[in-house]
């Protein structure tokens, strides 16, 4: 099929570091991506990796790709109550027109 | 720039009622879409085009139509609202000359029909 799939809710506590994983379908996706949405308003990209490197990092964040296992992390070093989102994983579609299949979301609540 | 603007932000309907959702870009980009989010499903595609005058289905597109005018523009419309689009809409759009085609998203839309 072609669910991407994440789980659905992370709890962690400020400063610790959180780890956001999923699960892509298509092995030909070029870039992989991760979307945070704060409530109330649209996504925004944080970071994408191109499906050629295994490892990306950017400040505090380290994305992770296992293309074998179709495997996409986020890694957010040192959580901060400002992380507290919802973060979506994409991976681009074939066909043209820049289009993307989203993941479920996955609820991060960072906790004092 | 604005960016991705959608109007309204907040809507009631009733059953069988119509409306259009407005998106609006004004970032050049020729690629735009329009995205339905309904809690743990993620975002699903309901209609994209590629530029002026081209659109084309995405994964949900039963119940909507689009229309792409000029390349500002991009309006979502429901002809017969059931209960099932009470949702939250997102525009977005992106460019094809974008190096990792990056989409940029408006701040939504929340249609509930009842």
């Known amino acids: 099929g072609e669910d991407v799939e994440q789980s659905l809710f992370l709890s962690v506590r400020e400063g610790d570091s959180s780890v956001i994983n999923c699960t892509y379908t298509?092995?030909?996706?070029?870039?992989l991506y991760w979307y945070k949405q704060e409530p109330g308003a649209g996504l925004q990209l944080l970071t994408y990796i191109f499906s050629n490197m295994d490892m990306k990092q950017d400040q505090r964040l380290t994305v992770l790709l296992n293309k074998k296992d179709k495997h996409l992390s986020l890694r957010i070093a040192d959580t901060q109550t400002g992380d507290s989102a919802i973060y979506f994983c994409?991976?681009?579609?074939?066909?043209?027109?820049?289009?993307?299949?989203f993941g479920t979301g996955t609820q991060l609540k960072v906790e004092l | 720039n604005a960016g991705v603007t959608q109007t309204p932000k907040f809507r009631i309907l009733k059953i069988g009622q119509s409306m259009t959702l407005q998106c609006a870009q004004d970032m050049n980009h020729n690629y735009m879409y329009w995205y339905r989010q309904d809690p743990g499903m993620g975002l699903k595609l309901i209609y994209y085009?590629?530029?002026?005058?081209?659109?084309d289905k995405g994964e949900v597109p039963n119940g909507y139509n689009v229309s792409r005018s000029t390349t500002e523009d991009f309006p979502l419309r429901l002809e017969l609202a059931a209960p099932s689009q009470t949702s939250v809409y997102f525009c977005?759009?992106?460019?094809?000359?974008?190096?990792?085609?990056?989409?940029?998203f408006g701040p939504g839309t929340r249609l509930t029909v009842l």
């Open positions: 298509d092995s030909s996706s070029t870039y």
């Open positions: 994409a991976e681009s579609r074939p066909g043209g027109g820049n289009k993307l299949t």
């Open positions: 085009s590629v530029g002026a005058g081209i659109t």
């Open positions: 977005a759009s992106s460019s094809p000359k974008s190096s990792y085609n990056e989409q940029f």
